[in-house]
């Protein structure tokens, strides 16, 4: 039995290559609608780039909330619970994330120095910088709310965080 081989297409001209322009001349231009194929391309690549500054902006924040709290997100490796995740996930984003939500969309945005885990039973993430340790015990975060109490506890103003002063002094 002889098959017969099917014709090589002949190649359509691509109109405007892109930074992959050889691989559009020698792959991309021997398919049907290549300029199609080329638009959907282009469209799914911008929706990549999307996602990784969405990744990179929460990244930030994530790094920007350790520094807060006094650690080297680049050197250590830290449990955030997933409350406090979430929290900081709602502040990037400008939109409420509850718990739940705000993990699985975590998970989606495959920042490599995160990663789900648990501490002590509770279910949180691991935030182990580039330079941390591989076997490093991931420490504990500071918690600002008490730093803050104790800071003014410790100054001259004895009162707490929300607390009024009387107008007379009292």
């Known amino acids: 039995m002889v098959r017969q081989l099917p014709q090589r297409k002949k190649a359509d001209r691509i109109e405007r290559p ?20 080329q638009r959907l391309i282009q469209r799914r690549q911008a929706e990549v780039d999307d ?23 680049d050197m250590d490796c830290f449990f955030i619970l997933s409350g406090i995740a979430a929290e900081w996930l709602s502040n990037v984003s400008g939109k409420r994330w509850a718990t739940n939500k705000a993990t699985s969309h975590l998970k989606t945005l495959a920042i490599p120095e995160l990663t789900v885990s648990k501490k002590d039973g509770r279910p949180g993430w691991c935030w182990r910088g580039k330079g941390a340790a591989r076997g490093a015990t991931m420490k504990r975060l500071r918690d600002l709310r008490i730093e803050d109490e104790v800071e003014s506890n410790n100054g001259l103003n004895k009162r707490r965080p929300g607390q009024v002063e009387h107008p007379r002094g009292r």
């Open 18 to 37: 892109s930074r992959w322009g050889a691989w559009e001349r020698d792959v991309l231009s021997k398919v049907d609608r290549p300029a199609e194929c």
């Open 51 to 73: 996602d990784r500054n969405e990744a990179d902006e929460v990244a930030w924040q994530f790094r920007d909330q350790l520094r807060r709290r006094g650690h080297d997100p």
